[in-house]
Each structure stands twice: as structure tokens, then as C-alpha cells.
């Protein structure tokens, strides 16, 4: 009984782990260029991100390889910061963008980065496990429209419901 259970453990969250089909994580990943503050530029809906406003995702290298994250955003309906703090792993290699991340004690979900702006980071779109978690990141508070247009345009090919995007407002950025 006892190896059942560990095993469907065990598949539940391997089935957590994965990329949507036609998600490739970009090659040449550099974790420690990745490391900092991130803004929530649009997002599709899920239970724990639902209302909040001024999104943001700081990340910083630990040891081990360990990434220490936290997710802050602001409750209007609350009047009130909100925030999670996890912690993810590079998935299979150092020099890709997937990584595996906990919010949640031992249960990991994907972290896929798909489209990344080489040069400086600037920006990064950003799956889960299936098409129902997508993200939209950037360094500054706001993107430039064909940033936004490339983010829907490869998001919807790959199959993410786009007309569900919801984009973040970030207009009190300042008291971050």
C-alpha cells in the first residue's frame, strides 16, 4: 500500500513538471543574469495571482544552485501587499530556461522561460506546466507595443488562450 501511495505521489507531481507542446525553453540561459526584480507586464488567470495588482518577481541565487523567490503583488480590494516566497532549480541543463518551482512545500511546478531578450534581459515570456499558466515579465514596469504584439502572437501559436490576458497595472510602481 504504502509504495502506491509514494507512486502516485510521485506521478502527481512529475505530472506538475513538463512544458506545454511546441514550448521549448531557450538555450543559452544565464541564471545569474536572470537574478533580480521582475515586472508582471500580463499574465492569464489562476486562483493565486487573481486580483492582484503591481506584480512583481524577485529572484536571487543561493546556494546549491537554489533560487530564492519572491512574489509580491497589491490587493485593492484588500488594501493590502500580498507575497509568496518559493524556491526553484534548474530542471535538466545550467544553459536552458527551465527550471522547477515550490511555493508549495515539496510540490514543484514548471518554470519555463521560451522567449528571452538576449541582449539585456530586458524582457521574458514565461509557461507552466500546460497553457493554462503564462506570463509576460520585464525588467521596467512597462514594455513597448511590439513587445506586447510578439508576446501574443507567440503565445497564441503555441496555443495559450491570449483573449484571456489580463495586464497588470502597475501605476503606484514607485512604492515597490
Partial sequence: MRRSVVGLV???LAGCLGMPEGVTPVKGF???RYMGKW?????LDHSFE????????????????????????????????QSAEGKAFLVDKADEGYLKVSFFGPFYGSYVVFELERENYDYA????????????????PSVPPEVIE??????GELGFDTRGLIFVEHSNAALH
Fill in 50 to 81: 487573481r486580483g492582484l495588482e503591481q506584480v512583481t518577481a524577485e529572484y536571487t541565487l543561493g546556494s546549491g544552485g537554489r533560487v530564492e523567490v519572491v512574489n509580491r503583488g497589491y490587493s485593492a480590494a484588500d488594501q493590502q501587499w
Fill in 150 to 155: 510578439r508576446f501574443r502572437m507567440s503565445a
Fill in 10 to 12: 510521485s506521478l502527481l
Fill in 125 to 140: 515570456f514565461v509557461s507552466g506546466p500546460n497553457t493554462n499558466y503564462l506570463w509576460l515579465l520585464s525588467r521596467t
Fill in 30 to 32: 544565464d541564471i545569474h
Fill in 39 to 43: 515586472y508582471e507586464i500580463a499574465r
